[in-house]
């Protein structure tokens, strides 16, 4: 979330940049400032009180070995009237900061400058693409029947055991997919990212401190039993690892990679283009995560997007990368890049990764900081990426490297895959 820091620095700022995202936040930033104000105040009143309170404590001591129990018993009467009317101050404290702190979580993070301006995806600046589009005839058949035809994916089992967004890999299709998540971990360690297998389910407090809760509550799957949460995304986990944690300044940046299963309810879904691959309920990812100064958190990013277009360019597959607008921007992030592949069956754009720079806004709320050289204690700034989510990356492969004899498996997935082809 953002710092008070912030808000009280340049309110107008901060209103005029929240309005890249269509963040009407005029109202809720003055009702900020109004609230800690009387924050403000009350704290100065009771920081006052109880230094008085300290001072005749002191000489109340003093003033029964003189003998001066008048005094003394004046200043006892005075000392519990001060702790009397604390009470009714920490209480006024407390509420202006709960009210402070809900409303900040209901304020999106800033957008940095390089956002351009815009609403909806059309409006997304392509930063740069690559990779040759196949041609592959009228007679290419999309990967859902792709995966029919060899047998690599049932979507009809899949809603026989579960539901819906819930496939069962097969053969073939199952040990691409094992393929495709150890070449994506064994890439990430070469890039220097240390591997960790975190839980698929998270607690409130990790929800609450990466900016799920109480944005997307409606996309989770909750085990209200247990007050527990499926992850969207390695992300929560992994980032979470650093929460209410100073780390030392020499210790960074922090890179982590993992991978998880991802379970998603998205709610809404309907239509063509949630057929087969293109949008599920659970699905397979690789994450990148990084922790930084904010110095240097946007040669962090710019390091990030370029690993992620190593990826997809060793798969063979075509592909853009896209600066997100500030409509089309999540909640929490302050710059994006997505990667999307060309399905060439489905003739459409596929989005494979989202890579962000979320500034201090998710360490202000996980209280991720670090000891700098003067030993100042910082927020640090937070970064992830998909690397890649598996799904779409399935469907581009399978659709673009469909040949009379079967599908061509990447040259460099074979050493995983064990074989050539699928046929």
Known sequence: MLTLKTINENPELVIKKLAKKHFDGKEIIEKVLEIDRTRKKTQTVLDSALSESNTLSKHIGQMMKESRKAEAETAKNRVAEIKSENKALEETLRQAEQN????????????????????????NVVERSGGVIPNLGDNALPHWELAKKYDLIDFELGVKITGAGFPVYKGKGARLQRSLINFFLDKARDAGYMEVQPPYVVNAASGYGTGQLPDKEGQMYHATVDDLYLIPTAEVPVTNIYRDVILEEKDLPVKNTAYSACFRREAGSYGKDVRGLNRLHQFDKVEIVR??????????????????????????????????????????????????????????????????????YQANRLKCRYRDAGKKIQLAHTLNGSALALPRIVAALLENNQTENGIRIPEVLVPYTGFEFIN
């Open 100 to 123: 402070l702190q809900d409303l900040l979580v209901l304020i999106p993070n800033l957008p940095s400058d390089e956002v351009p301006e815009g609403r909806v995806a059309e409006d």
């Open 291 to 360: 922790i930084d100064k904010p110095e240097h958190s946007y040669e962090s990013l710019k390091e990030m997007v370029a690993y992620v277009q190593t990826l997809v360019e060793a798969l063979e597959l075509p592909w853009r990368i896209l600066r997100l607008c500030g409509g089309d921007m999540s909640f929490t992030s302050a710059l994006t890049f997505d990667f999307e592949v060309f399905s060439t069956a489905q003739q459409r754009w596929l989005e494979v990764s989202s890579v962000s720079n979320f500034e201090s």
